[in-house]
Every structure is written in C-alpha cells, then in structure tokens.
C-alpha cells in the first residue's frame, strides 16, 4: 500500500475537513495577540484538557486576574488556580503560569528568546515543572515555523497512516518532520489533530468518512513496509 505525498495528504484533508481557529486555542491566541506569553499561557492551559474547557479557562483568568505577566506575578497562586479550574489540573498548570510570569517580570525576553533557536527554547522552558515537549513546540511551531508539536491524536493518526512506527514525541516527532516539508508542518499539525477529533478517534473509528481510507494501515501490523524507519527513539 503507497502512502500519499505530503502534499496529496493534505490536499486531501483540506478537501474533507475544516480547521476553525476556535478549535485552536493556541492558534487563536496568535493570531489576535502575537504575544508569546499569552500564547504560552493558553497552550499550558489546553493540556488534557478541551479546547472548550481551556477557552473558559482563559476567559476567566482574564476577567479575574489579567493575561499579562505583570499581573499574574501579582496575583496569588489561589487566585490563579480559581480562575483557571474549569481547565483541569489547575494547580499544575497555576503554578507553571505564574512561574512564567516570574522569569518575565524578572527580565526573560521571550521573543528574544525564540530567536535564539528551538534548544535553547526547550532548555529555558522545560526547565519550569508543567511545561513539556509539546507545549514548547506549539510555541516554536507558531512562531518559528518547521515544528510539528505532537499530541495525542496526532501520534495516533500518524501511526495508523504508517508514517511512523515510534511510541516516542521524539521519534514520532522525526518520523513526521522527515515526511512533511518544514513549509508544510504547521498545517499538518492542525489537520492531523482535525482527523483525529473528528474522525480517526481513538475509539470507534469513522473509517468509512475518511478521506485517507485508501492508505491507512490500521489494520495491518506496523512493519518494515511503513515508509518511515522504524524505530526513532
């Protein structure tokens, strides 16, 4: 069975599925703020969580304490955990939030720190406990360009297309930045993701609705046949 190009791919997903800024709440934080700490801010908030519960999440943080990192710093731990409930593990996330906001307020350019490339990027913020590899790529993703974060549902398409055989972010990470071009990623991020909510879910597949059908290897062992090597991490 061949796999599509990346550009076929997603010539076909653009075709069958829809990507609504609302659906992104990272995304949508870009686009209205080109702020990377309200963007980080929002994507901390959208871990395990929905995009509806991170959206009320954020809406409330912003009613009750502010989205800027002057006045987060401010505000107590319980304040920002109150606001931020309806997103789930609000005290992993409050206190990651605030610990941003900190290093901000305490001199932290992150604009200049995405400048100065993905590694350091990933050594300054991984470093604050909450935040982990794919939080910090949506930012580089959105920013920087040429990343493609990887979640959930992304790992679980990619494995059932076959474009990688990894359990690792890292290995399914490379496998799917070796297949799609660096122009190409940030919109196969939101369009894999779109796949998975929607149709490629992780329970009860609407396989007869997908556009991709054709090369889904799903119900077939993942081999050496997979386009992509076989194992990354």
């Given amino acids: 069975m ?122 300054t913020l991984g470093a604050v406990p909450g935040i982990g590899k794919k939080t910090v790529d949506v930012l580089l993703a959105l920013f920087r360009g040429g990343v493609i974060p990887v979640d959930t549902h992304v790992k679980r398409v990619a494995r059932r297309l076959g474009l990688t055989s990894s359990s690792s972010y890292e290995g399914v990470k490379s496998d799917l930045e070796s297949f799609f071009p660096s122009s190409m990623r940030l919109e196969a991020h939101f369009y894999l993701i779109t796949l998975g909510r929607t149709i490629c879910k992780a329970k009860k597949p609407l396989c007869d609705e997908c556009p991709i059908q054709d090369v889904c290897l799903s119900k077939t062992p993942l081999s050496s046949k997979s386009p992509m090597r076989k194992k990354t991490e």
């Fill in 2 to 123: 061949a796999m599509l190009s990346p550009e076929e791919l997603l010539k076909r997903l653009r075709k069958a599925l829809e990507l609504r800024e609302d659906d992104f709440i990272a995304l949508k934080a870009y686009r209205e703020t080109r702020d990377p700490f309200k963007v980080l801010v929002a994507t901390v908030l959208s871990q395990n969580t929905t995009e509806a519960n991170a959206f009320a999440a954020l809406r409330s943080l912003k009613r009750s304490v502010g989205l800027d990192p002057e006045s987060i710093h401010r505000a107590s731990l319980a304040e920002i955990e109150r606001a931020i409930r309806p997103a789930g593990l609000w005290r992993q996330k409050a206190r990651a939030i605030k610990r941003v906001a900190e290093m901000v307020v305490g001199g932290l350019d992150l604009a200049r720190l995405l400048d100065l490339g993905p590694d350091e990027v990933h050594r």
